[in-house]
C-alpha cells in the first residue's frame, strides 16, 4: 500500500479579491513537483467568489470537469446551450470532449458561492461534448457512501463521467467508522475531508487535508469527530 499526505496549509493559494482559490495540486501560478496529479486526478481547486462575480466564458477540451457546491448558488451557462444554477446538494458535470466554452457565476450579491472544481483526464478522448447535474439528498450520505459520480454507463447512480471513476460523499459522526473498496482493481482512492477530523488507515486527516492511497483495494476511515468527506476513486495509469 501507498500513500500520501497532502496538507490543507501546504495547497498553493491565489486571492484574486474576487476569487480566492486553492489548489490542492499544481494549477496556473501553483507548480509543485510531488503534486501535479494523483492518477487520473489532475485538479481540485476549492474556491470562494464574491458576491455578483464570477469567470466569465472561458474554453476546455478533453478533460472531465466536476462542480460542486458546498454553499451560496452558482450559475452556469456553456456552449452547448445548457444554462442553470447548481447549489449545495447538487453535483454537475461536463465532458469537454473536443471543446467547449462556458461560464462559472455566483447568482448572488449579498454572499460568497464556495464550491470545489474538480478535473479529471478522460478515458476517451475528443468524444462529443455532454453535461449532466443532478441533485441528491444529503441525508442518504448519513455515515454512507453516496455516490455523486460514476462512469457512464454505470448503474451505481450520480452523474456520468467520461472515466473508469467514482466519486462519493459522507457526512459521519463522531465514532463512526466506514470501509470502502474500490470499484476497479488498481484504482486508488483520494480522501479529501471537507469538515472535521478522520483517521484513514491509522493516518489522522483534518479540515481540507486529504490522502491519496493506492496499491490496496480497501481503506477504512474512522470519524473523531462529526465530518464530512468526499472520497475519489481514479484509475492510477496516468
Same mark, same amino acid.
Given at each position: ?15 484574486? @479579491? ?17 503534486? =501535479?496529479?494523483? @492518477? ?6 476549492? /474556491?470562494? %467568489? ?13 478533460? &472531465?470537469? =466536476? ?13 452547448? @446551450? ?8 447538487? %453535483? ?18 449579498? &454572499? ?27 441525508? /442518504? ?17 450520480? %452523474? @456520468?463521467?467520461?472515466? /473508469? ?11 463512526? &467508522? ?12 483520494? =480522501? ?5 477530523? =478522520?483517521? %484513514? ?24 469527530? /462529526? ?12
Amino acid at each position: 500500500m501507498k500513500t500520501i499526505y497532502y496538507k490543507a496549509n501546504e495547497r498553493g493559494h491565489a486571492n484574486h @479579491g474576487w476569487l480566492d482559490s486553492y489548489h490542492s495540486f499544481s494549477f496556473s501560478g501553483f507548480y509543485d513537483p510531488e503534486k =501535479v496529479h494523483f @492518477g487520473a486526478l489532475r485538479v481540485l481547486n476549492d /474556491d470562494t %467568489v464574491a458576491g455578483g462575480k464570477g469567470f466569465g466564458m472561458h474554453p476546455h477540451d478533453n478533460m &472531465e470537469i =466536476v462542480s460542486i457546491p458546498l454553499s451560496g448558488e452558482l450559475e452556469h451557462a456553456d456552449s452547448m @446551450g445548457n444554462k442553470g444554477t447548481i447549489s449545495k446538494g447538487e %453535483v454537475q458535470l461536463m465532458s469537454a470532449g473536443t471543446g467547449i466554452y462556458h461560464s462559472e457565476r455566483n447568482k448572488n450579491h449579498n &454572499e460568497t458561492v464556495k464550491f470545489l472544481q474538480i478535473w479529471v483526464f478522460p478515458k476517451l478522448r475528443n468524444i462529443e461534448p455532454r453535461y449532466d447535474q443532478q441533485a441528491f439528498s444529503i441525508a /442518504d450520505r448519513l455515515n454512507q457512501f453516496q455516490t455523486v459520480v460514476s462512469p457512464i454507463g454505470a448503474k451505481q447512480g450520480g %452523474v @456520468g463521467i467520461n472515466q /473508469d471513476a467514482w466519486f462519493s460523499l459522507s457526512n459521519m459522526q463522531a465514532g463512526k &467508522e466506514l470501509s470502502y473498496k474500490t470499484q476497479l482493481e488498481g484504482n486508488g482512492i483520494y =480522501v479529501f475531508v471537507l469538515e472535521g477530523k =478522520v483517521t %484513514v488507515n491509522n493516518h489522522g486527516l483534518e479540515r481540507r487535508d486529504a490522502l491519496g492511497v493506492s496499491e490496496t483495494n480497501e481503506i477504512l476511515i474512522q470519524a473523531g469527530t /462529526d465530518a464530512e468527506i468526499l472520497l475519489i476513486e481514479v484509475p492510477m495509469l496516468f
